[in-house]
């Protein structure tokens, strides 16, 4: 546990510029949430499913922050700003994956079994973005302020609006985004 701790200290410090000193992490709502999330993800594993949601409840009533015990978290999750971020029971999320606040990455309520989003290795997801349904965001992708996404998204990929619509993909040589600035 020294170990993790120690990491997720050096990586909200590299992910947050208003972290001065090593003790103002303790004080970030993505540090407090994914401790919270260790325990009760681990309770939840050993069906101690009460026991899991109780401490799940109580993350969210101090950080504003709710991930459902079930949900599986790779390594080096950044939540910043974190008020309103939801994650789902069925969510899967890969490592160096960095979510802003307002995110929701929930079920549209028509799946049954996987219902909520397959987040790959170091995506970006913006403020106020909804990812829903059992979909996947490939790595290295972005999913832009506000977006509404509820198809894949391929690896590479940004993604902006809603419903939301590809705008930039490095993996074709053409550039969107060109094509997006002619209406401003």
Known sequence: MLKYIKNEINLIKEKDPSIKRNIEVFLHPSFKVK??????????LKKF???ARF???KAKKLTGIEIHPGAT??????????????????????NNVTIFHGVTLGTTGKEKGKRHPTIKDNVLIGANATVLG????????????GAVVVKDVKENTTVV???AKIIRDYNDNTNKILDLLKYY
Request: aromatic share 16%; with cysteine.
């Open 35 to 44: 401790i919270y999330y260790k325990f009760a993800h681990f309770l939840y």
């Open 49 to 51: 499913y009460f026991l």
């Open 55 to 57: 401490l799940s409840y």
């Open 73 to 94: 978290i790779g390594k080096n999750l950044f939540i910043d700003h974190g008020c309103g971020v939801v994650i789902g029971e069925t969510t899967i999320i890969g």
């Open 134 to 145: 059992n979909i996947t965001i490939e790595k290295n992708s972005k999913i832009g302020a």
């Open 161 to 163: 609006g809603v419903p």
